[in-house]
DNA sequence: CAAAACGGTAAGCCATGACTAACCATTAGC
DNA sequence: GCTAATGGTTAGTCATGGCTTACCGTTTTG
């Protein structure tokens, strides 16, 4: 699970910046060339080229190459990882407002 | 859904640096003072200050008195928009990935 | 093989934001 | 009412990292 959580961490590090979180919704409507999500976004194709390295380093994207054109895609396992470490923190969050909950009751 | 989406990214954003992380976990184990919290981070009381702000704003957390103490807790709602957020793209990484693996077929 | 298309990389600039120190406000307890 | 406890706020410093420009490597195409 440790591996697991630090890829959660790697996403949420990642999804943290505007720019990503625009690649990676774009993305998730469908694989795209670099140059192509470039020209959707107000940086230059140096720009998406870094922040895609990020991406696929944590796991969110992963890369194909068709030509000279590199196509980028969705890795539905970064996200993945993200549900389990969120649903983890839901968890514990749900028990202890329960907890908290019954306390402020046996308090009246 | 929009309102969803955007406490979403707010979420996103808050949680995308590492001591505000450690504060959510934290957290997420049982309900905590300011002071409680900065005396087990490497970070002053004021930064803690800080990140409790933003992730109040965030939706990820709720505040609560008690005496001169303010006690915080994790905000299930915060989780919810963001678990939201992952889904939708998730669902559109799949159904996108389906395609891809569709046209991948046909071109056989 | 030459030129074009496509992208990754390096160096450098600059803005954002995380942090601390100092101060002020509120509540509790003697 | 005075003191201690607790924490929010402000001003200012500094590092992180996002962006651009320039350059280089690879693959395709004529």
Redesign the interface.
């Known amino acids: 699970m440790a591996y697991r959580s630090k890829a959660a961490?790697a996403a949420?590090?990642s999804?943290?910046?505007?720019t990503r979180?625009a690649i990676?919704?774009r993305?998730?409507?469908?694989?795209s060339a670099v140059g192509d999500l470039a020209a959707n976004l107000p940086v230059t194709r140096a720009a998406v080229s870094q922040h895609l390295r990020v991406l696929k380093d944590a796991g969110l994207v992963t890369q194909s190459a068709q030509g000279t054109r590199r196509i980028y895609?969705?890795d539905?396992r970064g996200?993945g990882a993200?549900?389990e470490w969120?649903?983890a923190?839901?968890v514990?969050?749900?028990d202890?407002?329960k907890?908290?909950a019954d306390a402020e009751e046996t308090l009246k």
Not at 27 to 31: D, F, W
């Open positions: 961490v949420l590090e999804l943290g910046d505007p979180r990676f919704e993305l998730s409507r469908g694989a895609r969705i539905p996200i993200m549900r969120l649903d923190h839901w514990n969050a749900l202890a407002f907890a908290f």
